[in-house]
């Protein structure tokens, strides 16, 4: 398994849970496909727990999930980094717009009310 400081990293700078960050510790380092029971076993996450973390994962962008049609379960992937970078920076850029946004409403509703005393 993954040093917890690795963990704690992870968690800090994607703000995934401690189970998030596990699996996706593991993931990156084996690089290729992982089935569950594998996830399981190497992650110290209860096994319960892996297909729905691995799926939340997916929703954040950071997992692939690599479904199986031929009876074999389906596996789970990190993300290249260079895609989990873009699809963070394009995040940051749309929330960046709503700030700016957000900022620009807040001062002009202000000057207006202060213009009205």
């Known amino acids: 398994m993954t ?3 690795t ?3 992870i968690k800090e700078l ?3 849970t401690e189970y998030e960050a596990k699996i996706f510790a ?3 380092k084996e690089g290729t496909g992982v089935i569950p ?3 399981t076993r ?3 996450v209860p096994r319960v727990k892996v297909y729905t973390i691995c799926y939340n994962l997916a929703e954040k962008g950071f997992v692939q999930v690599i479904p199986r049609n031929d009876g074999h379960l389906t596996q ?3 993300r290249p980094k260079a895609e989990i970078f873009e699809m963070l920076r ?3 850029a749309i929330w960046m717009r709503r700030v700016s946004t957000g900022l620009r409403e807040i001062y002009q509703k202000a000057r207006i009310a202060g213009a009205r005393r």
């Open 3 to 5: 040093d917890w400081k």
């Open 7 to 9: 963990i704690e990293r």
């Open 14 to 16: 994607f703000e995934l």
């Open 26 to 28: 593991v993931l990156v």
């Open 37 to 39: 029971n594998r996830l």
């Open 42 to 44: 190497l992650s110290k």
């Open 76 to 78: 789970f992937k990190a």
């Open 90 to 92: 394009e995040r940051n």
